[in-house]
């Protein structure tokens, strides 16, 4: 079936373009005759068409996830040891047992921002990327596995024997919905990679994780795993390749030389050079979306610090994994920051006691040191603490790292480097803008990087660095040529590297993950770990801009504003958000989603 738009010869029984996302053409099943998309009856015969020919979106549909079909992380964990508890304990005590063990799960599986799916007689099913993808959810999924056995140990306090879990985890598209009974109904997912899931679960040991190879795929940059090859699942009909969980990755896997971003580094170079051979330095922010290369080019940047003599500092903010929440996770993903003047592999208490001896503090930072470290305070100055106000707080806290900062930097030229402060709370920022601030008095470089999308260094937090320079890099997609560069790294048929390079839109980590998902991209479906960035991007927008994309996508990868407005049935809606967002960009006349791919995924959902 070729697109009448790019002329891509589509496998038949699609319904759109592979390539474009526009749609095609259907034939007649009495004639064969080929009609376009939308036409009510066949050209050939006359016959009313089917249903399935007429291209359709609801303006009413309120873009919530029913019968969505998207990538998903499923999760299946089982306690080891139970029936032959509950044959020896009083049936109080087991339903005790039971309580605290989903207790335990359903907060681990919370606080990675997976949901519950449903509770199994001893087992737990949790997805990850349903209702709502956050883009990195098939690590959100293998990290909750990790707390969760690291946990169950404690669980078996004062019991007869030991209490273990397995646990299979397995990533795929599937479909999310309500199902059941006119009397019950629940939302769940069905499809192949909850089946695999539960046969993972079935096949580890004791104490044992095993996940499916789309799993492994998408977090081996991050986690450590075993080959088990390839295993016979029961109910699933092929062989999966199968990979038993180790733990996370104490260094990150080699990296391919640095493509591209030859004026970026130029820039920063200079950044780095005149911090070094001055009395100041500056602050900079990469700015990019999902994959575009922020966290490649950090690593960059400090590896030429550490050749130009530079020490540094790193740090990064999570949106997931600590238990107190999105302020805690942030305080916890700037943790370089009390790193700046210590080895942060010393325990805190270390830490402590090596920053008050250095003379950079006064003996009242100690309060905010603490803090910092997140140790408890004394008995003595307890009380004292809590009774200070939140602004006191903050600026004692502001004051001891712009010292440690400082102190730091007057001994070597200093490079901070922070992650993903698109994530960060209130009190990170603040710490942030007192960095900041130092850099105009010290010799350091502080560099951030944020998302395009949620970039929190507005008119306030400037106003808070004290008018100190910050520099912004906008991250643009790699050209052609740097990108044809990355995919001969991966594979040696031009045609099909030509295609992959074309798709990506000049997104690196788009790119890498088109070229390994060969078999997907040629049956026209994107590998799971894009479908899971792009639809986390819109999870987050509104729900008339969700439904604005869905209809978008109906229309093609170009269209024009007034039809787009004609098919929502709202003659004033603007695509200002998602053109600020990078979902869609203006084109001469109309507008086309930012990457050739795009349609496709939000056609799915």
């Not at 100690?366 to 100055?381: F, I, K, S, V």
Request: charged share 20%; hydrophobic share 40%.
């Amino acid at each position: 079936m070729r697109c009448a738009r790019c002329q891509l010869e589509n496998r038949e029984g699609r319904k759109f373009c592979a390539s474009c996302g526009t749609a095609l053409p259907a034939s007649c099943d009495d004639c064969g005759f080929s009609n376009e998309a939308g036409e009510k009856y066949c050209g050939g015969c006359g016959r009313a068409l089917g249903a399935d020919n007429a291209v359709s979106f609801d303006p009413k549909r309120t873009a919530d996830p029913e019968g969505d079909r998207p990538p998903v992380t499923v999760l299946f964990c089982d306690l080891v040891g139970y029936t032959k508890l509950s044959s020896v304990l009083d049936p109080e005590d087991v339903h005790t047992l039971l309580e605290r063990f989903f207790t335990l799960v359903d907060t681990i599986v919370d606080r990675f921002g997976g949901t519950i799916d449903k509770h199994i007689g001893d087992a737990v099913m949790a997805l990850f990327g349903a209702p709502q993808a956050r883009g990195n959810d098939a690590e959100r999924a293998v990290r909750a596995a990790l707390e969760i056995q690291a946990s169950i140990p404690a669980l078996a306090s004062g019991l007869p024997s030991e209490l273990a879990v397995h646990i299979g985890v397995a990533t795929g598209e599937v479909i999310a919905s309500s199902v059941g009974s006119q009397h019950h109904r629940g939302y769940t997912v069905t499809g192949e990679a909850a089946n695999v899931a539960a046969r993972l679960l079935e096949k580890a040991i004791s104490g044992e994780t095993l996940v499916s190879d789309a799993v492994y795929q998408a977090t081996s940059h991050v986690i450590s795993y075993e080959p088990l090859g390839s295993l016979a699942l029961k109910g699933v009909g092929h062989p999966v390749e199968a990979w038993r969980l180790t733990g996370t990755r104490s260094s990150a896997p080699e990296a391919h030389a640095l493509v591209g971003r030859r004026s970026e580094l130029g820039q920063v170079r200079a950044m780095l050079d005149a911090c070094i051979n001055s009395s100041n330095g500056t602050a900079l922010l990469i700015r990019g979306e999902a994959g575009i290369g922020k966290t490649r080019l950090m690593d960059e940047l400090q590896a030429i610090a550490a050749a130009s003599g530079m020490s540094s500092t790193a740090g990064f903010v999570l949106d997931f994994g600590t238990c107190a929440g999105s302020r805690r996770s942030a305080h916890r993903g700037s943790a370089g920051f009390w790193g700046l003047a210590l080895r942060r592999r010393r325990l805190p208490n270390r830490r402590f006691t090596v920053a008050m001896q250095d003379g950079l503090l006064q003996a009242d930072d100690a309060l905010y040191l603490r803090d910092l470290l997140e140790m408890p305070q004394p008995e003595a100055t307890q009380k004292l603490y809590q009774a200070m106000d939140a602004a006191a707080r903050t600026y004692g806290k502001e004051r001891v790292v712009a010292a440690l900062v400082k102190g730091s930097a007057d001994k070597r030229p200093l490079l901070v480097t922070i992650e993903d402060i698109h994530w960060a709370d209130p009190g990170t920022l603040s710490l942030l803008a007192a960095v900041t601030r130092a850099t105009g008095i010290s010799r350091t470089v502080l560099i951030m990087t944020t998302r395009l999308e949620g970039d929190p260094l507005d008119a306030h937090w400037r106003s808070l660095a004290g008018g100190a320079s910050v520099v912004t890099i906008d991250l643009s997609p790699l050209s052609p040529v740097d990108a044809q560069s990355i995919a001969r790294h991966f594979i040696d048929v031009e045609a099909f590297a030509d295609q992959c390079v074309e798709r990506a839109g000049g997104n690196p980590l788009f790119l890498e993950q088109l070229l390994r998902g060969a078999r997907d991209l040629t049956d026209g479906r994107l590998p799971a770990s894009i479908q899971s960035v792009v639809l986390a991007r819109t999870d987050l927008l509104s729900v008339q801009d969700r439904r604005a994309i869905q209809a978008a996508s109906v229309l093609g990868q170009r269209f024009t504003l007034p039809d787009l407005r004609a098919l929502l049935q709202e003659p004033h809606y603007g695509c200002d958000t998602l053109v600020r967002n990078v979902l869609l960009r203006p084109t001469r006349d109309g507008m086309q989603f930012a990457h050739a791919w795009c349609a496709t995924a939000y056609t799915a959902r």
